[in-house]
T-cell receptor, first 118, second 113 residues
Framework: AQSVAQPEDQVNVAEGNPLTVKCTYS??????LFWYVQYPNRGLQFLLK??????LVKGSYGFEAEFNKSQTSFHLKKPSALVSDSALYFC????????????????FGKGTRLHILP | NAGVTQTPKFRVLKTGQSMTLLCAQD?????MYWYRQDPGMGLRLIHY???????AKGEVPDGYNVSRLKKQNFLLGLESAAPSQTSVYFC????????????FGQGTRLTVV
């Protein structure tokens, strides 16, 4: 079964500095990876995804993520943080094991709370 | 285009009561999911469906039942609510292609007293 780990409960970054939110995953087949953001009292909003191809994926609001197969990681990054980026961020994975092992579940990590300090 | 709509948005139940949460999507998506969100636990998958008439168990299915009688609707039922089911519940849907993301509703905050 697939799993996702977000090792940091909270990340604090000063406004204007680069930010990284970490995610590692475990799958039996090839992974499809996603990042979502959640603002207070709202549902989750899709940021970006990795399916195949270029390991650096660009998404909404200036975010990007780097897929690293050898380290089974998919860290979320942004070159210059904004106070408005403060939110809860979730990494998610779908395990694309072939044939009978195919699993249509999307599994989420526990989330990382990002605080951008003015 | 409303996307994914959940009703109700808030509900307080007494222990032992039953209720049904409704999720409706207007994007003609095949896949639908129910998650619960608890502090420090992230989102955990309760049940999901890969098409009309199908359902499957997720990570935490106990105490819940689901039905997908119509493609656009996915119902989550609590037959006998327990305080441990106090949570925020999110419904999501996605296309029937593996490389597509899920779209989420705004959530239902359920309190069981």
């Amino acid at each position: 079964a697939q799993s996702v780990a977000q090792p940091e409960d909270q990340v604090n970054v000063a406004e204007g500095n680069p930010l990284t939110v970490k995610c590692t995953y475990s799958v039996s087949g090839n992974p499809y990876l996603f990042w979502y953001v959640q603002y207070p009292n709202r549902g989750l909003q899709f940021l970006l995804k990795y399916i195949t191809g270029d390991n650096l994926v660009k998404g909404s609001y200036g975010f990007e993520a780097e897929f690293n197969k050898s380290q089974t990681s998919f860290h979320l990054k942004k070159p210059s943080a904004l106070v408005s980026d403060s939110a809860l961020y979730f990494c998610a994975v779908r395990d694309m094991a072939p044939g009978m092992n195919r699993d249509d579940k999307i599994i989420f990590g526990k989330g990382t709370r990002l605080h951008i300090l003015p | 285009n409303a996307g994914v709509t959940q009703t109700p948005k808030f509900r307080v139940l007494k222990t032992g009561q039953s209720m049904t949460l409704l999720c409706a999507q207007d994007m003609n998506h095949e896949y639908m999911y129910w998650y619960r969100q608890d502090p420090g636990m992230g989102l955990r998958l309760i049940h999901y469906s890969v098409g009309e008439g199908t359902t499957a168990k997720g990570e935490v299915p106990d105490g819940y039942n689901v039905s997908r009688l119509k493609k656009q609707n996915f119902l989550l039922g609590l037959e006998s609510a327990a305080p441990s089911q106090t949570s925020v519940y999110f419904c999501a849907s996605s296309e029937d292609r593996e490389n597509t993301e899920a779209f989420f509703g705004q959530g239902t905050r359920l309190t069981v007293v």
